[in-house]
């Protein structure tokens, strides 16, 4: 005779015989003789679902920040939008103090209370900003050539930015000495703190 026990993974046997036992868990599905010695981390299920990173409330499109971070830290840009991914898209412009178009985290800037208005900017996104990945190379090969070519800068991505001076520069000429506030870089000296400042 057999019986189910709810809950478990097998039925109890009954089983006759003195040293065999009255009754016996035996398994309904049989157990694969060879395993893994390694077990297999199975990811977790995530159920979060990604949300649009905030702006902060002193950075609007047309705002004047200082960088703080990168090979262009301590200069003043323009920030032209936040994009998709959440990071801003600024512009020295490049024809006034050589920044060109990049990608900031917000958290490595300060706002500034300057301000411009920004005319209407060609369509851009974070495509523009994508890396081509390395070519593999086989064993052969890893020997033959070992120097990394030098990243150029794509002819559709000169041509933007071009466009994007053409259309920010006149409004930063227009306004009196923001060429020259953009043109100049930010520093400190003993005994100044920018939490105390006023930008």
């Not at 036992?21 to 977790?44: A, C, H, I, M, W």
């Not at 512009?91 to 103090?97: F, R, W």
């Amino acid at each position: 005779k057999t019986k189910q026990v709810h809950g478990s993974s097998g039925i109890n046997a009954e089983y006759g015989g003195e040293k065999n036992g009255s009754t016996r868990e035996v398994p309904l599905q049989k157990q694969p003789r060879f395993y893994p010695t390694v077990d297999n981390k199975k990811p977790l299920n995530n159920r979060r679902t990604p949300k649009p990173t905030k702006l902060r409330s002193s950075i609007s499109p047309g705002s004047v920040v200082i960088l703080l971070a990168g090979v262009h830290r301590g200069k003043r840009v323009v920030v032209l939008k936040q994009l998709p991914s959440g990071l801003l898209l600024v512009s020295g412009p490049y024809k006034i103090n050589g920044v060109p178009l990049r990608r900031v985290d917000q958290a490595y800037v300060i706002a500034t209370s300057t301000k411009i208005d920004l005319p209407a900017l060609p369509e851009i996104g974070d495509a523009i900003f994508k890396r081509k990945g390395k070519p593999t190379k086989n064993e052969k090969e890893m020997f033959i050539d070992n120097t990394p070519e030098e990243p150029k800068i794509s002819p559709e991505k000169v041509a933007l930015q071009k466009e994007v001076d053409a259309l920010v520069v006149p409004v930063v000429k227009k306004t009196p000495m923001l060429q020259s506030y953009l043109k100049s870089r930010f520093t400190l000296t003993k005994g100044q703190y920018p939490h105390e400042m006023k930008f």
